[in-house]
């Protein structure tokens, strides 16, 4: 009988479990390849504080609005399944908006959520992890003091469909993990990653992407070349995707992104070599490549203290190309310098300045600079009336750089100033210049000497 019994079991499980399973895949297979018609657009809110009331489909599409927006995707539309679970009413927000695709007028393409979900747990943690567990705690060393912290999952389901013809052109999968002290900022640093993400995949699909491949000697490859508009100098940023670290067996989880610069320094028909300017994390392989359109400006602040001479500036400079081999770039000063009265004259200064890159390494740079700089340093004559004289001056320096985070350089710059005395001290009174009084020979200024300066440079990018 027991036999018998097992026989009955097999064949019945055969029967309807298999062919069910077989469906199931089949319905699964259909959803993925059957056009989309219909989505909503996200519901916005008139108050702040209602948007975490919003469904989660509603809070992944409007984050993925500002992250289309970012990169100036303005035929991309964003939208939700029309058949999502979610449509439910939210205080102080806007009617549901079902639209066909085909009514999309504006946009070629968009980006339809089929399902988002978020989970949050609790979990142990140590007071400062420097990563996101996904195990079930985070160990550091023997102590066992822990505290408490909410992790959070946000999962999202997407699909890039044609607007005419509702065909799906790539799936858009995100998973988001992210931590926080409470449920709420957790959520909100889940939501902020999910933005960061979909700016990178979005990029790797809309803008010229490869696969990076890494060689020795700095001279790395990626899979696109003349063929697809690449040259000399072009400009990728290097991408590290998430990455799950095991340590004393638990898992944790290293999130991805923008890992380094680089520029292409050989290419040919459908390859390109790729030499890293700036790094500022470890690349592995399955690192990825994206085109870098925007161009990459600078500021820098530096503070050149007196030295052999009697001439102090404190500058604020913008920079044109600092990542290229050769800059230019305008700056302000505000300069004190000591006459020949022995008296410190107050002023303000604009400067031109032209660099040259000689040497280039990930983390450390030397240039080469000149410097235009036209002041205006003032005093009171022997009359009291306030005064002022023009001061032309260049410099030629050396400058190292060292890179200190992902934007900000440490900089030191030595060189000599070249610059032509002058004890022309004018002022004006009716639209006219008229010369100061002095009961002696006038004070002459002069800011030649050797120079030094230190200073901050950040990248705007």
């Known amino acids: 009988m027991p036999i018998i019994t097992q026989i009955i079991v097999i064949l019945l499980t055969l029967i309807f479990w298999v062919p069910a399973e077989v469906a199931s895949q089949q319905r699964d297979s259909l959803s993925a390849t059957i056009p989309i018609r219909y989505i909503r657009l996200p519901q916005h809110v008139s108050i702040p504080d209602c948007t ?12 993925l609005l ?5 990169l100036g995707l303005y035929g991309l539309m964003v939208g939700i399944l029309a058949d999502s679970s979610s449509m439910k009413s939210v205080s102080g927000a806007s009617k549901f908006d079902v639209l066909e695709l085909e009514q999309l007028v504006a946009a070629s393409q968009a980006i339809v959520i089929k399902t988002a979900s978020l989970s949050q747990d609790a979990i142990p943690v140590s007071p400062e992890p420097n990563y996101f567990s996904i195990g079930k705690s985070i160990r550091t060393g023997s102590k066992a003091e822990r505290q408490s912290a ?4 946000l999962s999202v389901n997407a699909q890039i469909v044609d607007v005419v013809t509702g065909e799906p052109l790539a799936p858009l999968m995100l998973d988001i993990w992210a931590t ?6 957790a959520r909100d640093n889940a939501m902020k990653r999910l933005k960061e993400n979909a700016i990178l995949e979005l990029r790797r699909l809309y803008w010229l992407s490869s696969e990076l491949t890494l060689n020795k000697g700095g001279n790395n490859a990626i899979a696109v070349g003349t063929l697809a508009g690449v040259g000399r100098g072009a400009t990728f940023e290097l991408v590290e995707p998430d990455r799950i670290w095991e340590s004393d067996g638990e898992e944790w989880l290293v999130p991805g992104g923008i890992a380094a610069i680089a520029a292409v320094s050989d290419t040919s028909a459908d390859t390109s070599s790729v030499k890293i300017l700036r790094q500022w994390r470890d690349i592995y392989p399955e690192a990825w490549a994206v085109e870098r359109i925007k161009p990459i400006y600078g500021l820098s602040i530096n503070f050149s203290p007196t030295t052999i001479g009697s001439y102090v500036n404190f500058s604020l400079c913008f920079h044109v190309a600092p990542m ?3 800059d230019l770039g305008l700056a302000i000063q505000v300069i004190k310098i000591t006459d020949s009265y022995q008296e410190d004259d107050y002023g303000f200064g604009l400067a031109g300045f032209g660099i040259w890159r000689f040497i280039n390494s990930p983390k450390i740079d030397c240039r080469a600079r000149i410097n235009l700089d036209l002041d205006f340093p003032f005093k009171r004559d022997d009359l009291g009336n306030s005064v002022n004289i023009i001061l032309f001056s260049s410099t030629f320096s050396v400058i190292g750089e ?4 992902k934007r900000i350089d440490f900089t030191l710059q030595l060189g000599y100033r070249l610059g032509i005395s002058n004890d022309n001290w ?25 120079m030094m300066s230190a200073g901050f440079r950040y990248l705007l990018f």
């Open 180 to 185: 926080g002290r409470s449920a709420k900022k």
């Open 52 to 63: 975490k009331n919003l469904a989660i489909e509603d809070q992944v599409a409007l984050t």
């Open 426 to 450: 004018q002022y004006s009174e009716d639209d006219m210049e008229i010369s100061a009084y002095w009961k002696k020979a006038a004070p002459v200024v002069n800011n030649s000497g050797m």
């Open 66 to 70: 500002e992250a289309k927006h970012r």
């Open 402 to 405: 060292w890179l200190v985070t």
């Open 150 to 153: 909410i992790q959070t999952r």
């Open 324 to 326: 290229s081999r050769y």
